[in-house]
């Protein structure tokens, strides 16, 4: 506000000179005549930076009067004066203020307001000038990018300021672990880069990014709470991999993309990672297209009664039929589209497919309950819950029939968002099922705080429950557990007659896995309820689908169910 205020009152005297004056041989030579304080405010601060206002003044005081502008300075001498040195003493304080604040402009231009380290465009400037140095020198240098792993989770559980608080501690720890010369800079977000001069070999840039790795083996501790982030490191070496800040940037970038994905800390730059990102890219647009065209298929996997064998409830899954490449896993794309941001479509895209077909079967008297699974970036939706509903409303589909599955690790991980998003579902009358129970290694205090109505007890522990005491025990405790917190509950990855008569023994309500049936498209769906298999007598054969490519194969041979009225025929 000083500096403020002192520049209207500089630009409002020099502006009343100029005026007074005449506004011609005094401001001139030095000042353009200004008839606004604003024009005069720019004027004064352009003569103060080129450090010759005082100096024209002078010269002009001295030598330069018109006769004209002498009458005026005769008749009105006594103002002009005082004007004069006010000006004058305004001008010698400001001039500091002023050169103070272009150099707080200049460093906001060039220094990351957060980090106080220099920011892209001044990083961008040094490459630009290690390229030189290093080329006349005939040497190598490093340029290293970095990003940290988990950081938005924490961001997310604890808000924007507990973030920026990590950010600012790890990067004075990371500004320590290279030498003065050396650059490190902060890009955005949890986005990190080096320069590392004189490189000899790359067991030297190895060495650099061990002590960056080691950068993040101590906890940030944030109000109060430890927490440990991971970082990860994709280099590039020049001359060796790029000669310009765009190739080295971009193929740093590249290798960054593979370390992460890879989980490996650091990477050096190849052209592999490139061809295997060139890939990626064009997958990635698939995807985008696939979603946006609704493309993907959805497949159910049915949920039997342990005791009866009658289908209770399908899981929705989403397949994606690749035109080139046919189906591709969900392990493959599920990550893509989460790690480009196409996750929260492709969810809805499952949703709306599933209800619309699902609530095809409800119109026919066939009532079966959806599960559909959903994610996160749902959970952090406040307005997800509403679309849910439309979709309902749409399809005429009944709130009680539909099941939304969240894995334990994101509810735990976003327990606050869940908690908000989970009971405008539950209001609307939605279930919510927590999947792949017992893998979330956390307190399950959870369940009291959520309105939750079925535990899916996760595979890993369902195959392993024959051969091993210690699995069979968590299966058999996570049951009395459900039960007696009036909790339904699923077994998943139910691979044989044995595991399937042992859960019904226990009072497991219901099973999934290849014993039961494994995932199949809608077509086969229709097929069985129109042959009247989604109620089941008794056991039959009964064409089913061949198993999906990439599956794992089944155990055994699957559960068949039956057309009962076929029976009668
Ligand atoms: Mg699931």
Request: proline content about 4%.
């Amino acid at each position: 506000m000083h500096t403020l205020s002192s520049y209207f009152w500089a630009g409002s005297v020099t502006g009343g000179m100029a005026i007074f004056f005449g506004g011609e041989s005094l401001a001139t030579p030095v000042i353009p005549a200004s008839d606004t304080p604003l024009n005069a405010l720019l004027a004064f601060g352009k003569g103060i930076e080129r450090d010759s206002l005082f100096a024209g003044w002078l010269n002009a005081l001295n030598n330069q009067f018109s006769d004209s502008v002498l009458a005026h300075y005769i008749d009105f001498s006594m103002l002009g004066w005082l004007l004069f040195i006010m000006t004058l003493l305004i001008y010698i304080v400001s001039k500091d203020q002023w050169l103070r604040l272009r150099h707080e402009l200049q460093h906001f231009a060039l220094f990351d307001a957060l980090t106080n380290l220099p920011n892209r465009n001044l990083f961008e400037d040094r490459i630009q000038q290690a390229i030189k140095s290093t080329r006349r020198r005939e040497g190598k240098f490093a340029l290293i990018m970095a990003d940290l792993d988990r950081f938005k989770q924490i961001n997310d559980t604890l808000g924007h300021h507990a973030g920026d608080d990590l950010l600012k501690q790890l990067s004075m720890r990371l500004r320590n672990t290279v030498r003065g010369a050396d650059t490190v800079s902060r890009l955005g977000g949890d986005e990190f880069a080096f320069i590392i001069h004189d490189v000899e070999d790359y067991d030297g840039v190895v060495r650099v990014t061990d002590r960056i790795t080691h950068v993040t083996d101590d906890p940030v501790t944030i109000e109060g709470l430890p927490f440990t982030v991971g970082i990860s490191m994709g280099i590039v070496v020049y001359p060796d991999h790029g000669e310009d800040v765009e190739t080295l940037l971009r193929r740093a970038d590249i290798a960054l993309y593979r370390s992460k994905d890879k989980r490996s800390g650091y990477t050096f730059y190849s052209e592999d990672a490139d061809e295997y990102n060139r890939k990626n890219i064009e997958l990635q647009n698939d995807l985008r297209q696939a979603i946006k065209q609704g493309t993907l298929e959805v497949y159910y996997q049915p949920k039997v009664d342990c005791g009866t064998h009658q289908i209770k409830g399908l899981e929705a899954l989403a397949r994606w039929i690749h035109p080139e490449q046919g189906m591709l896993s969900p392990a493959i794309f599920i990550p893509l589209a989460k790690k480009n941001g196409l996750i929260k479509d492709l969810t809805m895209l499952m949703l709306q497919k599933s209800i619309q077909q699902i609530s095809e079967f409800y119109h026919q008297g066939i009532e079966v309950a959806l599960s559909v699974n959903i994610t996160e970036e749902n959970l952090e939706d406040v307005h997800f819950p509403d679309e849910v509903d439309l979709l309902l409303k749409r399809y005429h589909f009944p709130a009680r029939c539909l099941e939304l599955e969240i894995t334990e690790d994101v509810i735990i991980d976003n327990i606050q968002n869940a908690t908000l998003v989970t009971d405008k579902l539950h209001n609307l009358g939605i279930k919510i099922s927590i999947d792949d129970f017992g893998t979330g290694n956390s307190s399950i205090s959870y369940l009291k705080k959520l309105p939750i109505h079925t535990l899916k007890i996760d595979l890993s522990f369902i195959r392993e429950m024959n051969r091993s005491p210690d699995d069979a025990a968590i299966v058999k405790t996570t049951i009395l557990l459900s039960k007696s917190l009036g909790l339904s509950v699923v077994a998943e990855g139910v691979e044989d007659e044995l595991t399937l008569q042992k859960l019904h023994d226990w009072g497991c309500d219901l099973a999934q896995g290849f014993y039961v049936c494994k995932p199949i498209p809608n077509d086969a769906l229709v097929e069985w309820f129109k042959s009247g298999g989604w109620t089941p007598q008794h056991r039959e054969d009964m064409k089913l689908p061949q198993p999906e490519n990439g599956q794992t194969p089944e155990s055994s041979a699957p559960l068949r169910i039956v057309n009962p009225h076929k029976n009668k025929g």
